[in-house]
């Protein structure tokens, strides 16, 4: 359940107000050193500080307690652990009565019987992501293609150099807003994803629904092309290595990687918490009430989801990469 | 990789122009009654016959071989065979030097060494959705749930009634649509899903990417939302049971069924094979070169999609409805 | 519960007196021209026949009705059905009130609330090895090794040359034998295992309790080495290579192979069915009556069992042979 | 590779000299309030002190991160992580020229490239079964069985109330001895245990042989059967419960519980590492040489791994055990 992965296999632990979230990455290659810069520097992606992000900033000291010697993995499995330390509990304790809209209280508390930790979110909490964008990054310095992702529309504004101000506007109205984020990874090789259940885009459809607030994913051009016509939609080989005109479908064939640009874009749903008064079900009341969502939280969170997605993508396609190797 | 599911698994066998296709369905739980009939009414939803579907047709006459005793399931596994009878092979032969855009030719010609079965697609062939059909109306029948699907757009179209004159109209044309396909289930229990990789959104992400033509997945609004606020996107809680207001989340949260509709809306790409002439790179001459895709197909495979949809999404929630058993 | 493997995976289905039983094989490497004689050939080895061995013979006749073009693996699932023929079923109706020492009759009655298929042991019938050999034998098609075993003790038989005839006096009494099996691996790669828990004995282990009536499995010398001192029991190293001098270890150091012969034995435990009469409790009549197990049995089920875990073992190497592929 | 489980997942990580060990428990039940102590005791009976074991002694703090609030589990994973304080570093470094007899050190190096952290066995080390012992006794925890060990064998040694002036003999010689432990475990339910490859023997066989050390698993009776009749063998049903009179299957029947006393006996080798001098073949000298294992070790580690077994065959019961609720 908390285990992603055949042969790069990703396990992840931890709860937002408890000592230490972590990780356990099994399935790196022996000799490869790490660049724990690298590493930070996609820490820093994921950290607040622009406007519309939460004040809860988390150091993020990584420990990793294993995996490397002489400076090189060694092939037995990494894990690196994150300890919470910026962590206030009492903001918390009426979530059990007052479950709030958009978040996983309700659910949690019917699945776990109440004994689940809803602190912050406990095990739904977004900070659960340090450990993806960690085993990405590591991930990522497995393999040899190169990673971007931009934050391609958030909310309704037009004009993305306007977003500063924009983001103000929301905060002051108390309101969140949601977005799009496109990562896109070049000089893939051709060849990634086991057909059928383990195609590269069912792999990627299970990894990005994993990142809290996912609510779409799209290969390629994806929805947008559904007045597209089978003539235009359709990407015209222009080589042997596979080069196509066009990139609908996103470098991704038959659930196989065509060699293409791998282009996935994600909806990241508005922040669920937001700073003014909503009206929800009280369970102890029993009756509809007013209540405010306290704690510390981003106005949009999407800001900060990039290095996420991306990281997450690369986890799924250390997994393929490794497991392609089997046919050669 | 051809093996979905982690307590109720589905195995998947079969190309497209070989012997036969089928699956192996394994944690049906024992003293099920299953009633073959429905299977065959979900078939013949999958079965061209309407405008702007393929002319081959199969009886797919189905071989139950294991699993049921005195008409009930045993809770060994299910073994269901159909046999490939409706094959024209001849067609297929040029398609190894001139990959069809749009096909996995290209990218499974390169991973299988080019000892791939390239005839009708073979294992990427929509034929293989047959068996994903009748596992999923297998587990319907173990589900308490109640299952609908509806084409929701298609092509350019605006007036959905006028269907069958405008995909004549494709087919004139030689050209092919897409569109988009929303899954609904009512009566859903509250609880099923299992954080982080085993959410149900992530489970329903992997599962819609396995389906060929698949290029976008959405649970409740989706990318539609991504201009709606976190006031108005929030689904405000109205009673004990965790009934909303609204459903954006599409019966989702924290990747946990919250007893709402759950919704699912599926993009498929306009059909890669097309009637008119296109052009793409040949591979033995070395070339830019006009071609033509010959074979049968649809015009709007998204037509026979949706009971595709509707079943592979029943298989999801069955094995994650054994598995949400654990905890009661 | 019916997969084994991670790469290569065997799915298997079928009851005794059902339809038919199979495997679906997948993860064969593309390119493999398959030799059906080899198959049948360890199938023949599997049938009764000899002295102590069931009058129950099935023809074994394969359909592959997947995986194979022009001759060779396609990379796709390889699906191996064989009708179930020979069935006599009434024997059977009489093991719901009085399940059989030694069987699974009680057990299955009670997980499976009274709904398997309890006609010739049903899925824990030995009949279930067969697809069991046909994977074997398609793996050993896959891999550099050289595999035998030997018939190394039945009984409390002496000399193995009077095999027959002890069999034919154990048969005269209405009574049963067990034995042990070595199975042994030549030309072995330095390498295969993953561990911590998928070392190739751990994988050895898992596979070789899955066949029915084995009770015992070791790794070389095993229990045997109980009285030596660590001074004996060491293999010595004598080149680069690590071949050793002793090969106590059985080929396996910290659970991965060093390259030496794979040496596993097996005790198989004395066939359940017997000729005699026994008593046993009657749950029905609710008190322990006499009563014989009628049907067609073994004598010496070990006599037929040397193929199936040869093949088993078989599989168990192709699983790791492709994992350690990534490494190189 | 590092986990084990369907339903109850173990993970581990850790490397003998490296900062930490450690374990990811996933599917531990909520709700469950755990008893420290109770782990602490287990570890008690695993750490040295005894004659004949090691004189490294660990403390053995457990770091339980994650998981637990108020006292209870949460049904999120739980992460218990233990340094590695009392590390000897310094004693390791000829490793990589004079791969040990019996050790992992040749094929380690050869699997992994040279890359692996050869100090004091690195992955491969015994230091790793305390996690194991943990993880166990979470397990043990959560089960409403009945888990005992024992000693039933020890080098040649008759009379097992000479242990220790035995061990000083075997000490004073500079060898070491194996020996063989039964693990017994009451009040089983009938039910656990899933045919074909998750048969509760199956698992068994899988985690015993995870072991460092084990090269021999029996259930039951085992190898000792050999010689008896199918008429000796087979154990009689006395009533409704399926209590048998002798219980040579060792409590499981067609790889399920069968309610009886599950018993499983394990060969442990004779520790590897010896005071006295061997040869063995010195890849850099390329020739045969006489060398010392240096270092700290147990001259009968069979001492110690009782717990280990114990706790091991927990984690496959719990398991099974949550799998069996599926069918409830």
């Known amino acids: 359940m908390n285990t992603f992965g055949t042969l790069f296999k990703v396990t992840l632990y931890g709860e937002s107000h408890q000592e230490a979230i972590g990780c356990v990455i099994d399935g790196v290659l022996p000799g490869l050193k790490i660049d724990w810069e690298l590493v930070q520097k996609d820490l820093l992606l994921r950290r607040p500080g622009a406007v519309g992000t939460t004040p809860r900033v988390e150091k993020d000291e990584l420990h990793c307690t ?25 903001d918390y304790s009426h979530l059990v009565s007052q479950p709030r809209p958009g978040h996983a209280d309700f659910v949690a508390a019917k699945k776990y019987n109440g004994f689940h930790d809803y602190r912050g979110g406990g095990r739904f909490s977004g900070r659960l992501t340090t450990p993806i964008v960690v085993a990405g990054s590591i991930a990522k310095q497995m393999l040899p293609f190169e990673f971007s992702h931009e934050l391609i529309s958030i909310g309704d504004l037009k004009d993305m150099s306007l977003i500063d101000s924009y983001l103000k506007e929301i905060t002051q109205q108390g309101d969140s ?39 779409g994913v799209e290969i390629g051009t994806g929805f947008d092309g559904k007045t597209l016509r089978g003539s235009e939609f359709n990407d015209v080989y222009l080589d042997q290595e596979g080069h196509t005109k066009t990139n609908h479908s996103g470098g991704v064939s038959g659930g196989i990687s065509n060699g293409n640009d791998l282009v996935v ?34 106005v949009a969170i999407v800001r900060r989801a990039g290095i996420v997605l991306e990281n997450a993508l690369a986890i ?12 050669q």
């Open 66 to 90: 294993s995996g490397i010697f002489n400076g090189f993995t060694t092939g037995s499995p990494m894990h690196v652990m994150i300890k919470n330390e910026n962590v206030i509990s009492k």
């Open 265 to 298: 874009k994600v909806f990241i749903k508005p922040t669920s918490s937001i700073g003014k008064e909503q009206v929800s079900f009280n369970q102890e009341k029993d009756e509809l009430t007013n209540f405010e969502v306290k704690g510390r939280h981003d």
């Open 177 to 215: 807003v949601g977005g799009v984020i496109q990562v896109t990874v070049k000089n893939m090789l051709v060849g990634l994803g086991e057909p059928n259940f383990y195609k590269l885009d069912s792999m990627i459809g299970q990894m990005m629904f994993s990142i809290p607030a996912v609510k």
């Open 316 to 327: 799924v396609l250390a997994d393929l990469y490794l497991w392609n190797k089997v046919y």
